[in-house]
């Protein structure tokens, strides 16, 4: 089974307009993080914003939230007012474990590419 | 100058040659990871180190050896390429998180190696 589900392969927004990615995750783990990096068309990988298991908040970051509903298993990033710099390829990703006692590395989801039309 | 840097960036070769990707950071941090990205596939993790004397395998390691030179270096081998490995390839770091301070594992990622094995 997927330990990261993004079941959006591909989405457009208009410019200005709030989008929200979907990103499911398992494990059985009680400590845990999640994260959202970005992939331009460039290639780079970027950090966005980071949500840990016992956080009792949403992690918001600039125009980035994470809407994380820990009983559903779901960490959708919200992109709030869209702007054409947005176009690119989301990963949702998760640490299993407290990141000390861990491996340290993080399980991706297959990404979904968001596109902002003008 | 980039924290986490890749050489080479681009590279075409021949099935059955040998192939070097090395990685080299000045972020100071212990953990270091090879990934490879496919397109639909997300990231996917080759081989992971947590210092010169720890290397273990990822989720993907056939065909694959790495080196972990130093703290700062660690380089990534296809003995005998092979057409499938084609790949964008992603060297990341990330801090211990043993100085006390909260520390999520957040990975930060080279610029990428785009491979091409012909």
């Known amino acids: 089974a997927q330990k990261i589900t993004q079941t959006q392969p591909g989405m457009f927004v208009q410019e200005k307009e709030a989008v929200t990615l979907d990103c499911t995750y398992d494990t059985s783990d009680p400590s845990y993080g999640l994260f959202w990096y970005k992939q331009p068309s460039s290639g780079e990988m970027i950090f966005l914003i980071y949500?840990?298991?016992?956080?009792?908040q949403n992690a918001t970051e600039g125009r980035y939230s994470l809407n994380f509903q820990k009983a559903r298993k779901s960490a959708n990033l919200v992109i709030s007012a869209s702007q054409l710099g947005d176009s690119a390829m989301y990963f949702c990703a998760m640490r299993e474990g407290n990141y000390g006692g861990s491996q340290g590395n993080l399980i991706f989801g297959k990404g979904t590419k968001l596109s902002v039309k003008p | 100058d980039a924290d986490v840097t890749q050489t080479p960036r681009n590279r075409i070769t021949k099935t059955g040659k040998r192939i070097m990707l090395e990685c080299s950071q000045t972020k100071g941090h212990d953990r270091m990871y090879w990934y490879r990205q496919d397109p639909g596939l997300g990231l996917r993790l080759i081989y992971y180190?947590?210092?010169?004397?720890?290397?273990n395998k990822g989720e993907i390691s056939d065909g694959y050896s790495v080196s972990r030179q130093a703290q700062a270096k660690f380089s990534l081998s296809l003995e005998s390429a092979i057409p499938n490995q084609t790949a964008l390839y992603f060297c990341?770091?990330?801090?211990?998180?043993?100085?006390?301070?909260?520390?999520?594992?957040?990975?930060?990622f080279g610029e990428g190696s785009r491979l091409t094995v012909l």
């Open positions: 990341a770091t990330s801090d211990q998180g043993e100085r006390g301070a909260p520390n999520t594992g957040e990975l930060f």
């Open positions: 180190s947590f210092d010169v004397k720890d290397i």
């Open positions: 949500q840990g298991s016992y956080d009792q």
